[in-house]
């Protein structure tokens, strides 16, 4: 039984198919939340790295200990899936 209760809890800690809420963030409030992120996560005293046009590297302090920060723009590949609905009476 703690065995099927280890699998159980392996697979739902591997499954790469989780389902994720995406909440919608106001236009022109993006630096503000990814700042608020930041400090949420205790990031301070930045080193920055400008790797390409689309990924800025930082080396940071957390929590008195060296943390690495990527922040990539990647364009998204999925398309868009529309399900009509239509009501008849």
Known sequence: M???????????LV???RARMWMRIPPYYVDSR??????ENRIVNCFEFKETETNLLLKCWK?????DVSININPSNQKQRYFGITLSA
Request: no cysteine; glycine share 0%.
């Open 2 to 12: 703690l065995s099927i209760l280890v699998e159980l809890m392996l697979i739902v």
């Open 15 to 17: 499954s790469s198919n």
């Open 34 to 39: 990814v700042s608020s992120f930041l400090n």
């Open 63 to 67: 929590d008195n200990k060296l943390a």
